[in-house]
């Protein structure tokens, strides 16, 4: 804004400007405090009139940015980033024909009890508050679209729901500390749209409309020229004759991509269909079918990123089984063509899936599995095999990111096949545990590969794993790094030989003298408890 100088302070201090916050402008120019009055002790002013300032922060703590414009002063809230929020409730109320009272649930989970969580609407570029009220019987926070007030959570809670949301709509869920609105003078007032941060942005887009089925047969005297019908089907309002055809297809492919409404989409669609229609959801009897290439493309993709790995059937929800089977299809995705991605969706949808492919994916790249991340080199046209422990009878997810330069088959026989990088993911899931393993592969032309772990034997592992072995000189400390940990995980670590390699609270090892020792490390989250083990060998 022009005429506006800004200060940012701690909002758990005393309201004094942070002189020392890293700031830039748009170009990338350093910036410094510039306006040092009584009245404005310590505020930027941007280089260029309604220029920007970059503050470059600490993302565990919180700001307050106050923006002053004449006698004016504006606040906004720095909030946490916030993971794990994802739709888990689409409800057509009973009506396939209408879909412009549909609506949604979107989960926080886990959730900080330490913290308020509200729910915002995003309009034309613009964050709007959604009023609430929480129903004790359901457990839930209401959308109430009647209320003035109530937007925030009461905190406590290890899970936040909010229900009744339009299922056409983009939305983000921000958070502010427990009780901030009551005992901070700063946060008195404060509306859940002044609040910065918070989650990515939410996209939601109701699901087609399905034109009912006719109630009478066509007369069988009619003439079979289409536009002499004498009784068209009132809901075909911009579709052909129904006469063309006693059954609408609920499959035709020129049913139009709900994500080309207009709505920011994570994945791009065309802007237009090769046979558009005027009526949204409506089947389109002069749609082109796909060519065997394409239906084989379609076939494939679904097969490989629509499909739930145990049973077979068409994912419905991202989880420790599925959350690789549909990230791996991203650049696949990208790949096909409009009418391709219509397609799959469609099959999707004819499976029970409640979302399309991009809203999975959206999911899936923010659903969190804990587990180790293994760096490995290896030569050109070798192999190397994971040490897979308890997996008998457990469902094996793999997947490459690159399948000409290296792969992993379910015994964990990985294959370098050419130079280059790849990322290769193992998940080994057994009734509620699971253990993944994700793998960045480097091949090259000359390489030693390394020695595999081969004679190794454990009555303490239990559960399913994909162990890693790690070496380690005496007197060094290392700390074991998790990749996929929520904020609030609970971890806890293990060492079965505390002489050789004891390991502290936050896990950092230490090989003080030669041998081997199993290490585990628990991890709490997602309302599940993940065992992953280590094993490391300290020498000279």
Same mark, same amino acid.
Request: charged share 30%; with cysteine; hydrophobic share 30%.
């Given at each position: $804004?022009?005429?506006?100088?800004y ?5 758990? =201090?005393?309201g ?18 510039n306006?040092?009055t009584t009245?404005?002790?310590g505020y930027?002013?941007?280089? *260029? ?6 503050f ?17 002063? %504006?606040?906004?809230?720095v =909030?946490?980033e916030?993971e794990?929020?994802?739709?888990v409730?689409?409800d057509?109320?009973?009506?396939l024909?209408r879909?412009d009272?549909?609506?949604i649930?979107i989960?926080v989970? #886990?959730?900080d009890?330490g913290?308020?969580y509200a729910i915002l609407? @995003? ?6 508050d $959604?009023p609430?009220?929480y129903?004790?019987?359901?457990k839930?926070?209401v959308?109430?679209?009647?209320k003035?007030?109530?937007f925030?959570?009461?905190?406590g ?8 949301? #339009? ?5 983000k869920?921000?958070a502010i500390p427990?009780?901030?609105?009551i005992?901070d003078e ?5 509306k859940p749209?002044?609040?910065?941060g ?5 996209i939601?887009?109701?699901k ?8 009478e047969?066509?007369? #069988?005297g009619?003439?079979s020229?289409?536009s002499?019908?004498a ?9 052909p004759?129904p006469?063309?055809?006693t059954?609408p ?5 020129a049913? #139009? ?5 207009g709505?920011p989409?994570?994945s ?5 269909s090769?046979?558009p229609s005027s009526t949204p959801?409506?089947?389109n009897a ?6 065997p290439?394409q239906?084989?493309?379609? %076939?494939k993709f679904v *097969? ?7 049973t077979?059937e068409i994912i419905?929800?991202?989880d420790?089984?599925?959350?690789d089977?549909v990230?791996? =299809?991203?650049k *696949? ?5 409009s009418a391709?991605?219509d397609?799959?969706n469609?099959?999707?949808?004819d499976?029970g ?11 899936a790249n923010?659903?969190?599995?804990p587990?180790?991340k ?8 070798s192999?190397a ?8 009878g ?12 290296a ?5 964990g026989v990985?294959?370098a096949k ?9 998940t ?6 699971s253990n ?11 390489f030693k590969n390394?020695t ?6 454990s ?10 072995a790690k070496?380690? @000189? ?9 990749y996929?940990?929520e904020?609030?995980a609970?971890?806890k ?14 896990g950092r090892?230490?090989a @003080?003298?030669k041998?081997?020792?199993? $290490? ?5 989250q997602n309302d599940?408890t993940?065992?992953l083990?280590?094993y ?5």
């Amino acid at each position: $804004m022009k005429d506006t100088v800004y200060a940012i302070v701690d909002a758990s =201090g005393d309201g004094t400007p942070l002189l020392n916050i890293p700031t830039v402008d748009e170009k990338g120019v350093s910036q410094y405090p510039n306006v040092y009055t009584t009245e404005l002790p310590g505020y930027y002013r941007p280089s *260029e009139p309604g220029g920007k300032l970059i503050f470059t922060v600490d993302k565990d703590k919180e700001y307050v940015i106050y923006a002053k414009k004449d006698t004016k002063t %504006d606040v906004v809230i720095v =909030g946490p980033e916030i993971e794990g929020v994802t739709i888990v409730d689409y409800d057509d109320k009973g009506t396939l024909e209408r879909n412009d009272d549909d609506t949604i649930s979107i989960e926080v989970n #886990p959730a900080d009890p330490g913290y308020q969580y509200a729910i915002l609407n @995003k309009v034309d570029g613009k964050y709007y508050d $959604m009023p609430v009220e929480y129903d004790p019987v359901k457990k839930e926070y209401v959308y109430d679209k009647d209320k003035n007030d109530g937007f925030l959570t009461t905190g406590g809670e290890g899970k936040v729901i909010f229900s009744n949301l #339009p299922a056409d709509g983009t939305y983000k869920v921000v958070a502010i500390p427990v009780g901030k609105t009551i005992d901070d003078e700063i946060y008195q007032g404060l509306k859940p749209s002044q609040i910065q941060g918070g989650s990515p942005d939410i996209i939601s887009v109701p699901k087609p409309i399905q034109s009912p089925k006719p109630s009478e047969s066509p007369d #069988p005297g009619s003439s079979s020229d289409p536009s002499a019908s004498a009784t068209p089907d009132p809901n075909a309002s911009a579709t052909p004759d129904p006469n063309a055809s006693t059954k609408p297809d609920p499959n035709a492919s020129a049913t #139009p991509d709900p994500n080309a409404s207009g709505k920011p989409s994570a994945s791009p669609s065309a802007s237009a269909s090769a046979t558009p229609s005027s009526t949204p959801g409506a089947g389109n009897a002069t749609a082109a079918p796909l060519d065997p290439d394409q239906q084989s493309r379609v %076939d494939k993709f679904v *097969e490989e990123h629509g499909k739930n790995p145990s049973t077979g059937e068409i994912i419905k929800k991202v989880d420790d089984l599925t959350k690789d089977v549909v990230s791996s =299809g991203e650049k *696949e995705w990208n790949q096909l063509s409009s009418a391709e991605q219509d397609a799959v969706n469609q099959r999707l949808k004819d499976g029970g899936c409640p979302y399309t492919y991009q809203e999975l994916l959206q999911m899936a790249n923010t659903y969190k599995i804990p587990g180790f991340k293994l760096h490995k080199v290896m030569k050109k046209n070798s192999k190397a095999k994971l040490k897979l422990m308890k997996c008998k009878g457990a469902t094996i997810i793999v997947t490459s990111t690159n399948k000409k330069v290296a792969t992993v088959n379910k015994k964990g026989v990985i294959k370098a096949k050419k130079k280059g990088k790849a990322t290769l993911t193992v998940t080994a899931v057994k009734g509620k545990y699971s253990n993944r393993l994700v793998i960045n592969i480097e091949v090259r032309k000359k390489f030693k590969n390394a020695t595999e772990l081969k004679k190794f034997k454990s009555n303490r592992i239990k559960t399913p794993t994909i162990l890693i072995a790690k070496k380690r @000189k005496l007197k060094k400390s290392t700390k074991i790094k998790i990749y996929g940990l929520e904020k609030n995980a609970k971890v806890k670590y293990i060492s079965y030989n505390k002489k050789a390699l004891p390991i502290n609270k936050k896990g950092r090892y230490t090989a @003080k003298k030669k041998g081997r020792s199993l $290490m585990r490390v628990t991890v709490k989250q997602n309302d599940k408890t993940y065992f992953l083990y280590l094993y490391v060998t300290a020498f000279k």
